[in-house]
């Protein structure tokens, strides 16, 4: 498993670790790191990201971009060892973790959303960091959790920086933790400039052209989030996957010519890789259920594109510009889809959607969720829906389960890019108003400067970004019974939930 493995090894992942020979270079870090490894991608990095500065090493898991560099590790490491943390607020994206080892102290630094997903042992003397909890799990030292593990069968994920055993965490997004102190320190902030949001196409190009042409790689669905991607950049290899004729296949041809090079598949038809079920069991233990075949489509899509390395993901835009996050299952949340007026006419606090969020949980479990969301909200110049949002994306559905297929799975074969959590797309989506994120009206805004060939196509719910916003939720709720009862319509999600669900 691609990672930064501190005071520890990958011995434990045994069949990822077989994998990660075919895709990545490993190298055991020197003794001035104390003990351990890096996995990493020599497609990203031609040498291994490292470097010494004096007495000061660096060593990195993953990608930044920093004072509009990419992947300029001597100058991050020269602004850190000159003028200390206060530098990492010029990071505006990355999925990394970071360790500085300097003769007095050594720091593991976390890139702003979390996106590197690494683990820690809390129980240790000393920084012990992984990928995997798998790696750090000891039965002798970590207990397993009831309350989590109960919340874990019912939602399929865990959240905050939760795992399943007491003394194992996620390294929390955007912070930097001292092998002297218990507490980790915060450099992410929302102090900075915000763009109109009419403008972050430009934005997102900006960050696709850090990458060279060839190696771009864009997983288009029949959705808005992948299809800005591809209408504010430019893609040599595009893939899509789904049941044959359905929406997604259907959909996003419309644009295989925007890619020099375009496959669409069915997720299902490619044999299951021999592995990826103990493979999925490393990668995920203590934290969640996984979702089958993600994994081996992702190494087909490798195999289709070799050549192909930064993957670009649509991960969570439609939190941000449709507020998919404000809102739940059931009967009560297909009415609010309808009329999406009722936010503005009863103004529903933050513990009362998160209640309607996991009703599932019991009343302590919920009481646990809820601790947690105050706990990394309260501070925050947000009103609720923005906190809800903010919350789901770093710390609950997002941060926790939607993040394992791309910045997880993917990125054991890839370097995976995630737009939406760039810096300056975040903090201009998360600080407007989600009423009129769950009225389209962020949605109209967002795509109001984009080529019609790319917002005159329809999504799979029956929609295009240039719709009369007010008829949008009737004709969405009409598709979305399509695909529920034509077996015909079904899209790659219901078809999954139905393979599941036979599979039981």
Request: net charge positive; hydrophobic share 35%.
């Amino acid at each position: 498993m691609r990672g930064l493995y501190i005071n520890c090894d990958n011995s434990k992942l045994r069949l990822s670790s077989q994998l990660a020979s075919v895709y990545s270079k490993q190298i055991v870090l020197p003794e001035q790191y104390g003990n351990g490894m890096l996995i990493y991608n020599p497609q990203e990095w031609h040498n291994a990201p490292m470097l010494s500065l004096g007495s000061n090493h660096f060593v990195l898991s993953g990608w930044f971009i920093y004072k509009n560099q990419r992947n300029n590790l001597s100058l991050l490491a020269s602004d850190l060892v000159d003028c200390g943390y206060e530098v990492l607020r010029h990071i505006t994206s990355g999925s990394f973790v970071l360790l500085w080892a300097s003769p007095d102290e050594k720091t593991v630094i976390v890139d702003p959303f979390g996106l590197s997903t690494h683990f820690i042992d809390t129980q240790s003397d000393r920084i012990t960091v992984a990928p995997s909890v798998k790696v750090l799990y000891k039965e002798s030292v970590h207990t397993l959790n009831d309350t989590l593990n109960s919340i874990l069968g019912k939602k399929h994920h865990l959240f905050g920086n939760y795992t399943l055993y007491n003394g194992i965490e996620r390294l929390s997004p955007g912070s930097y933790k001292q092998e002297s102190t218990k507490e980790a320190c915060f450099y992410y902030s929302f102090e900075t400039e915000l763009e109109p949001i009419a403008l972050l196409g430009g934005k997102v190009q900006n960050l696709v052209e850090n990458w060279p042409y060839d190696s771009r790689i864009l997983p288009l669905s029949s959705g808005l989030d992948s299809r800005f991607l591809l209408a504010n950049g430019r893609f040599k290899s595009g893939f899509t996957y789904g049941p044959e004729n359905s929406p997604e296949i259907n959909i996003a041809g419309h644009f295989r010519a925007c890619f020099s090079q375009y496959k669409s598949f069915d997720y299902s038809e490619q044999p299951l890789h021999d592995d990826e079920p103990a493979i999925l069991d490393e990668l995920s233990f203590g934290i969640l259920t996984p979702i089958p075949r993600l994994l081996t489509n992702y190494i087909y899509a490798k195999e289709l594109f070799p050549q192909s390395n930064a993957f670009f993901d649509g991960y969570l835009g439609d939190v941000l510009q449709r507020g998919t996050y404000v809102g739940f299952k059931g009967k009560l949340g297909e009415l609010f889809k309808i009329f999406p007026f009722i936010y503005r006419l009863y103004p529903f606090s933050a513990k009362r959607i998160l209640q309607w969020r996991y009703k599932e949980l019991s009343a302590l479990e919920f009481d646990l969720v809820y601790a947690d969301f105050l706990k990394w909200t309260e501070s925050l110049k947000l009103n609720d829906l923005q906190k809800v949002t903010y919350y789901e994306f770093l710390f609950g559905r997002g941060g926790r389960y939607t993040i394992f297929g791309s910045n997880v799975l993917a990125a054991q074969l890839f370097t995976v890019v995630s737009p939406f959590a760039d810096k300056s797309v975040f903090n201009s989506l998360i600080n407007h108003d989600f009423k009129n994120a769950l009225s389209y009206k962020t949605m109209h805004q967002l795509w109001s400067k984009v080529a019609k060939k790319y917002s005159e196509v329809k999504v799979e719910s029956g929609y295009t970004p240039r719709s009369n916003r007010f008829l949008i939720p009737i004709v969405q709720i009409t598709y979305r019974m399509m695909f529920h009862f034509i077996p015909s319509r079904a899209n790659y999600g219901v078809k999954l939930s139905r393979d599941i669900k036979k599979g039981e």
